[in-house]
């Protein structure tokens, strides 16, 4: 038996889950995390059999997008606006940006008033687009406009970022990925984007990204390697097939 968990955050178990889970692991022979975090717990519950970390789905590679150079810097977010997500945060380090940036967030939620308020408040109206909830189709749009995606979310003790399609995608078109620390995208742009623990780290990201336009061809060209390496339909079916032969191997 192959295990397979998202469970990201360790947790209690009541005592019928954990005679459940007891059974499970000793059964099991392998176990695939679905993200680094997941497999880290996994293989705490489980030191002696093999385990990865593997995506669930994986992607078609998209044909690279032409970005031609200009000196502004275009940013975006897309998700539900809820305070873990740290949109405030992200509108806090765009108000430190010295030079022509904008800033598109694609999504809606319960926070949206507040953070319109916000964005008011410190003078971001006018370079802040806010689009509301968009189809598919139209978060792909976007890759064209933006230069770089942002996460800012804050973690939780009980919650975290496990993973994200959105990033995925906006990665394999070469858009340069942004995430806070302690979550599991932080092992998705492992090497190519930027991962930050402040307002203040995400801010000086930013101004690095506007004032370096070479920077950002670079992470973005790394980005969307990284993509077709590790997250295409064809890897994540080779990493399957090589962890089977590992089991039948034992």
Known sequence: MVLFSWESLPRR???WERRRATASFKAARAAIGGNSLAATLLHTEKPA????????LG???PPPLLRPAHPRL?????GRLLSHRGVDDLLRACATIMGPWSLTVAGTGPEQESLESLAQRLGLASRTRWLGGIGRSEIGALWTELDCLVFPSRPTPTWTERW??????AMAHGVVPIVTEGGGLTA??????VVVGTVEALGEALQSLLAFPEERRQRGAAARQRILENYV????????LALWRQILGR
């Open 49 to 56: 059999i093999p385990v990865i970390a593997l995506a669930q």
């Open 74 to 78: 275009a940013i975006g977010y897309v």
């Open 164 to 169: 994200s399609p959105v990033l995925i995608d």
């Open 188 to 193: 998705v742009v492992q090497g190519t984007g």
């Open 59 to 61: 992607i078609a590679p």
């Open 13 to 15: 178990r009541g005592f």
């Open 233 to 240: 339909d064809t890897a994540l079916a080779n990493r399957t």
